[in-house]
């Protein structure tokens, strides 16, 4: 049976209250939520230390898991199946955006021979739902549904900006922040400066603060009401594009690329109201 409670959960140091919340829900996704790309396979006791749980609890939820096809179970180890994918799929295919930006994007990173991606923002995180890289430059591989934190990337940054103020000051209020690498900016006070001249500005620079010898620039996605919706981006190494290169020569390319996405969304977004009208 399923539970629900009135009194506060806490996994993985959330504290979570409501009287319609399932715990139950919430202690199977933190399972599934431990493993990642660090992260590929983990025991029993790994996984009840991730996530906060018993050993009995977590053996529980494993299991289940294992028994739906969600997790592989090969001896001490346990480790993710490809229909996990099924969980992100629908909300993915359901975003026309990616659908009609693919195209774009691949045409772009062939014009000017570096990575591009398109992001949203999630929670405190941003996830990629386009990505076409050329070249491998980061260490960690990243796919569609990848997620990094918002502070430390430029499409972040874009979108953190474009919240309302309100917002803003409650991200900056809860959000984890940690130096990735000696060059991230990392105190509250000094992203909010950022992040207001990232709102002037129309677009973020990030130079090597995600990762060293990456550099990234990224500008908005809007609406059709003018409401930011995602962030495409600029990703080159360090050691062939310099801070000035990335910004006078391909900073002006990929606000043309975005804006030709924008447009291309709005029309579909358009052709879809009027289906929807008659």
Known sequence: MVSTHDSPVEVQGKSVRGSDFVQSLERGLAVILCF????????????AKNTGLTRAAARRFLLTLVELGYVRNEGRFFSLRPRVLELGYAYLSGLSLAEVAQPQVEDFVASIHESSSISVLDGDDIV???????????????SVGTRF??????MGRV??????DGEIDRYLARAHFEPRTQRTVF????LRTILSRVRDSGYALIDQEMEDGLRSVAVPIRDTSGHVIAAMNVSVNSHRVSVRELREELLP????????IQLDFHGRHLRDSARVRG
């Open 149 to 154: 934190p918002a502070y430390c990337t430029s």
């Open 187 to 190: 105190h509250p006070k000094e």
């Open 36 to 47: 990642g790309p660090d992260r590929p396979e983990l025991t029993l006791a790994e996984v």
């Open 128 to 142: 990629y739902v386009v990505r076409v890289p050329t070249k491998r430059i980061m260490t960690i591989s990243i």
């Open 159 to 164: 979108l953190l900006a474009n919240l309302p």
């Open 253 to 260: 390319q990929l606000r043309e690329a975005a804006n030709q």
